[in-house]
């Protein structure tokens, strides 16, 4: 039970100041402006500020505390600003109530029904409800936002207690469930008078004070009362259970149950929260748990809630609390009383205390307790004295270690406190930080934070926490000032020591991810020749870098050599994360140089040792994740490396390791997107957006701008096609003409996003530039088929056969001399445009079916739905309607599956089409008008052939062969190859006797 201290009034502020006793004896105007002042609360658009000046707090509470009625320091009745405290016993409002322009959070359903039932009692009828649900569901929120809007629509609140003094309705702060009280609300009725009764925590009723509610709940029947109960079901004794038995039986009661709010209803709290589904998951979903979360601005402060209930605690109880925040973790009473420095007696009487308040919690399945929730434990903590948190955090951190804790309990508290005259505290955060670098590297970071002033600089251990730091600010995404720090160090460090190698080999990682690859490499092959031991882990990790370095530099062998050594050496040392890295470079070398089986196989063994690794393991080399998830994506195993890619972001993001996340999520949003997963791939970007700004590299932006804009696309969603657009030409601008690969990559894109937009010259011309002509000799051979497909239906538009016909060679060649299953789809859908200009139908379509199964073994559902369409467009064309319906349908149900409107839109348009055709009457015989040579010719024409094959194959001339093919054109009326194709087809004739198609 809650009461609220208001500091000034809405409108003029002619009553501001007006204390307890001021309100309760206002004349009518002053306490009008009172309820106006609630229900401006109740609807959130007034920013209330609580005092805090009660002498009796002990300077506890800040300003914006929620004050526990019937407690200590609850009631300050001389201090000035107070106004409204009838409002007693019905908040706290933070529970669901934000406070600067929000609303009730998540009960709306609830606040209306009792809106109506306000509105029905100002028309003479009375209702009594029960609110029932667990500490936290909003239960004392809906009664003062009820209590609220009466009291603003000029209606009689009551609140009544479950204990306390005094009796009588408001204005006085409370009333006792007595049955004096009871009677003068009862009395209200049967005179007509409006009245609203509140009851909070029925469960804590005493035997006697039951009589009393039942009578207020009968009251209900006979006039304008309506009685709000609230309590918990765990809570209720047998006596409690049968009073409200006996009023739902005699249908006077409701009884509502308040759930815990869904998964969607904390956002409005949390707002931009950084780990906001974290902090949703933990609580699951119950707004008490939210209530100290950092407010949004306008808003009660962080943990106002939370402190509030610690208004009147025994200093004992208050000593045993302050312990359990600084432990921050389940404890047993024994060490509890150690570091709050109380008898194991004092210690349990204050555990009842903190049990029965609901602010510590036994855990199961142990005999531990705990603080109820990590926000009590920080609303604690943030209000202790530094004095104070030295002295318990030494006193924690003495009583582990008599007890034989591990290092990593007490690195927390040494941290917090470390003592210079203590040298063990220096080696416990050193021992502690190599314990959690990879896991929690910003834990790690603090740890190291707090040895630098134990160490002076040359001291034993100073360089070893230099390079720690240096590499908590790579996994922590700050590689400027880890740079920093080891450019420092370099600079200091004699030449030949051993330690320099292992600097050298973090120097070059941090080079690489700030995208400066020509010092990355340079660093890479120093630190090889400081090395005296070239089978070292340090060995094989300058190795991994100058794999990658050449990588780069598409120098495929020299990358292959590099990771094959680093493979090796990390065998040998039984470092399996370190392998598979190692490994999937090898994979990608093997690829780029046309040797695609080691390549798959490489990888398979890569994908083992990772499956096989735990968590724990893998978070030591992230890299690795990222690495193999990448390569899987190159092999068009797509499956694969989202499962691996997802597993890489999860652990970089519960680890705190965002050096290598935006990197990751980036590849896994590609990955998603040629999978067909376009929801998956859009929330996979959101989150992504999260780090831009914090990379600060425009080839990361430039490319996650390419895929959200391609991604939206396929989407087709009302004003999709308008923000992929912007976003498009955003990365564009970005790349500029820049003539690196990324850059060079993002302009193709754009190239291909213009063509599906309809701007098939512009297409061409940018494609063109992005990759220096007409051979596209700034494009890898591996890359060159997927852009020779987008050429080519770019030419395939304009009618351009011979472009259409150079573009699916260059395809066909680059995959003779790099062969690769992912890319085939792309040479073979090229190919079928170049037949389907020159009318060869069944070619065409024979080289459909082939890209569809070649893009089907590697999961690109939104390719393989693009072919089936094209295919059916082209059949329809010449008049070929046989399996269509069946592509069609194919093509629906992957538009489906990708959540692509606009394919779904396609698939629709489509099937139009084909109900007209199948609408057209019969084609009469119109080749009874040809000669045998015109029809024969006509039908070697329908499969594809040339003029000159023809010829060929009649021993005709071509000129003969023209004659006779203007003849045919002439009597059916038709001027181009791809029409007669369409009458040969209709009329059933495909192919003369004797010869065979293609």
């Known amino acids: 039970m809650y009461e609220l201290g208001l500091q000034g009034q809405v409108g003029d502020g002619s009553d501001a100041g007006r204390t307890t006793e001021g309100a309760s004896s206002a004349p009518a105007s002053s306490r009008l402006d009172a309820q106006r002042t609630l229900l401006r609360l109740s609807e959130g658009t007034f920013m209330i500020t609580f005092m805090a000046d009660d002498p009796r707090n002990g300077g506890l509470l800040p300003e914006g505390v929620l004050v526990p009625a019937g407690r200590e320091g609850a009631h300050p009745a001389g201090a000035s600003g107070f106004v409204l405290s009838e409002v007693g016993g019905v908040g706290p409002l933070p529970y669901g109530v934000e406070l600067g322009f929000r609303h009730l959070l998540g009960r709306d359903a609830e606040v209306e029904a009792l809106m109506a039932a306000l509105t029905g ?56 469930a007595s049955a004096e009280s009871v009677g003068r609300v009862a009395a209200r009725a049967t005179r007509s008078a409006a009245v609203v009764a509140v009851v909070d925590d029925l469960h804590q009723l005493s035997a006697d004070q039951i009589e009393g509610v039942e009578r207020l709940i009968e009251a209900t029947a ?28 005699a249908d006077l009661l409701e009884v509502w149950h308040l759930a815990p709010l869904s998964q969607e209803h904390p956002r409005d709290v949390l707002d931009d929260h950084p780990d906001a589904h974290e902090v949703r998951r933990e609580t699951t979903a119950n707004k008490q748990h939210l209530k100290a979360i950092p407010a949004p601005h306008g808003s009660i402060d962080s943990g106002t809630a939370v402190l509030g209930e610690l208004v009147g605690l025994e200093p004992d109880v208050l000593k045993a609390l302050q312990a359990a925040a600084v432990l921050g973790e389940p404890f047993h009473p024994e060490l509890l009383a150690a570091v709050a420095g109380l008898e194991i007696r004092e210690t349990m009487t204050a555990l009842d205390t903190l049990i029965r308040l609901d602010l510590v919690r036994p855990t199961e399945p142990t005999t531990q307790l705990a603080l109820r929730h990590q926000t009590v434990e920080e609303a604690v903590y943030q209000q202790l004295e530094f004095s104070r948190r030295i002295t318990l955090h030494r006193r924690a951190e003495r009583a582990l270690a008599e007890q034989g804790a591990p290092i990593a309990r007490r690195a927390h508290h040494v941290a917090r406190a470390a003592d210079p005259n203590r040298p063990e505290h ?38 070893e926490v230099q390079v720690l730091l240096a590499r908590t600010r790579l996994l922590t995404g700050n590689a400027s000032e880890g740079r920093a720090l080891l450019d420092a160090l370099r600079s200091a460090m004699p030449g030949g020591q051993p330690s320099e190698a292992t600097t050298l080999a973090d120097s070059s990682r941090i080079e690489r991810r700030l995208g400066r690859y020509t010092e990355a490499g340079a660093i890479a092959r120093a630190g090889l020749a400081a090395l005296a031991d070239h089978d070292t882990a340090t060995a094989a990790a300058l190795h991994t870098e100058l794999a990658d370095y050449a990588y780069d530099l598409q120098d495929y062998e020299t990358s292959r050599k590099h990771a094959e050594t680093a493979a090796a050496i990390a065998h040998r040392h039984h470092d399996d994360i370190g392998e598979s890295n190692a490994l999937a470079q090898s994979a990608l070398a093997h690829l780029f140089t046309g040797d695609q089986a080691t390549a798959r196989a490489t990888t398979t063994r890569a994908a083992e040792l990772i499956d096989a690794a735990s968590d724990a393991t893998l978070v030591t080399n992230l890299e690795a994740a990222f690495q193999l998830g990448m390569t899987e994506g190159m092999l068009g195993l797509l499956f694969d490396a989202e499962r691996h890619l997802t597993r890489g972001a999860a652990l970089s993001k519960s680890t705190g390791q965002t050096y290598i996340q935006p990197q990751i999520l980036t590849v896994l949003a590609n990955t998603q997107l040629r999978s067909g997963n376009l929801r998956r791939t859009l929330t996979t970007l959101d989150e992504t957006a999260r780090h831009i700004e914090q990379v600060g590299n425009p080839s990361t932006e430039a490319i996650i701008a390419m ?31 820049t003539p690196t690969a990324w850059a060079v990559t993002v302009r193709c894109f754009n190239a291909e996003f213009v063509l599906l937009t309809g701007d098939t010259a512009r297409a061409r011309w940018l494609l063109l530039n992005a990759a220096d002509g007409t051979d596209l000799p700034r494009l ?22 011979a472009s259409v016909d150079h573009w699916a060679q260059l395809a066909e060649t680059c995959l003779e001399q790099l062969p690769s299953t992912s890319r085939q789809g792309f040479a073979l859908r090229a190919r079928m445009r170049a037949h389907a200009l020159s009318g060869a139908a069944e070619q065409a379509v024979r080289s459909a079916k082939e890209a569809i199964t070649a893009f089907s073994a590697s999961g690109e559902r939104i390719e393989v739905c693009r072919t089936l369409l094209t ?93 006779h093919l203007g003849q045919a054109y002439r009597k059916l009326g038709v001027s181009n190859r791809a029409s007669l194709t369409r009458i040969m087809l209709n009329s059933g004739t495909h192919h003369p006797p004797g010869t065979t198609p293609g």
């Open 780 to 801: 890898t051979t591996w890359r060159k088929p997927r852009w020779c497909d987008t050429l080519a239906q770019a030419a395939f538009a304009e009618g351009d056969h």
């Open 222 to 249: 006979a006039g304008p009362v309506l009685c709000l109960l609230a309590y918990r079901q765990s809570r209720l004794s047998p006596a409690h259970a049968a009073l409200l038995s006996r009023a739902v039986s």
């Open 121 to 176: 009692l100002k028309e003479g009828a009375g209702r009594a409800i029960a609110l029932v649900g667990e500490s936290g569901t909003g239960k004392s929120t809906l009664m003062g936002t009820a209590a609220a809007y009466a009291r603003a629509m000029q209606v009689e609140v009551a609140v009544l207690v479950a204990h306390g003094g005094g009796a009588g309705t408001v204005p006085p702060p409370t009333a006792t």
């Open 426 to 463: 220096l080696m416990t955060l050193i021992a502690a930080t190599r314990g959690v670098l990879y896991a929690k590297p910003a834990v790690a970071a603090e740890y190291l934070h707090a040895a630098l002033p134990l160490l002076q600089e040359g001291q034993a251990h100073w360089h």
């Open 871 to 963: 295919a059916a467009e082209l059949s329809l064309h010449v008049g070929r309607t046989h399996e269509v319906a069946n592509w069609l349908d194919r093509a629906g149900i992957l538009a489906d599956q990708c959540g692509s409107a606009r394919l779904a839109e396609a698939v629709t348009y489509q099937r139009g089409s084909l109900a007209a055709h199948a609408a057209e009457p019969d084609v009469p015989d119109a080749l009874a008008s040809l000669t045998a040579r015109e029809r024969e010719i006509a039908g070697l024409v329908s499969t594809g052939m040339t003029n000159g094959q023809i010829a060929s194959t009649l021993v005709l001339s071509v000129r003969t062969v023209e004659t």
């Open 707 to 737: 895929v959200r804009a391609e991604t939206l696309y396929w989407r087709g969603d009302p004003g999709d096609l308008q923000d992929a657009v912007a976003l498009a030409e955003h990365a564009a601008a970005i790349a500029g003409d």
